[in-house]
Nanobody, 114 residues
Framework: QVQLVESGGGSVQSGGSLRLSCTAH????????VRWGRQAPEKERELVAT????????TYSDSVKGRFTISRDNAANTVYLHMDNLKPEDTAIYYC???????WGRGTQVTVSS
């Protein structure tokens, strides 16, 4: 079954760090672009980070630039989102996306308290 499975969410205090993981099942991740998005309550989904298949080119939204890092371990069919200096406004459900497959994971909750 083709799917994306996220993990690594949790609750942290402001200034803390978390690392999210996204593992692809049923297809080889290394051939495709990958993105992380998030959705806070009553807000639209926002793309925060993207990576090309090799990981050589990455982009970030202004809201996370300098604090979040997207990386990938293609041998493990896994993509990561390392989040530093977390802020309460980062609280959201975080989703992994493979746009070439039009595929989203089910998400993992991140909660940042002040």
């Amino acid at each position: 079954q083709v799917q994306l499975v996220e993990s690594g969410g949790g609750s942290v205090q402001s200034g803390g760090s978390l690392r999210l993981s996204c593992t692809a099942h049923g297809f080889t991740f290394s051939y495709y672009n990958v993105r992380w998005g998030r959705q806070a309550p009553e807000k639209e989904r926002e793309l925060v980070a993207t990576s090309t298949p090799t990981g050589r080119t990455t982009t970030y939204s202004d809201s996370v630039k300098g604090r979040f890092t997207i990386s990938r371990d293609n041998a493990a069919n896994t993509v990561y989102l390392h989040m530093d200096n977390l802020k309460p406004e980062d609280t959201a459900i975080y989703y992994c996306n493979a746009p070439d497959w039009n595929l989203w994971g089910r998400g993992t909750q991140v909660t940042v308290s002040s």
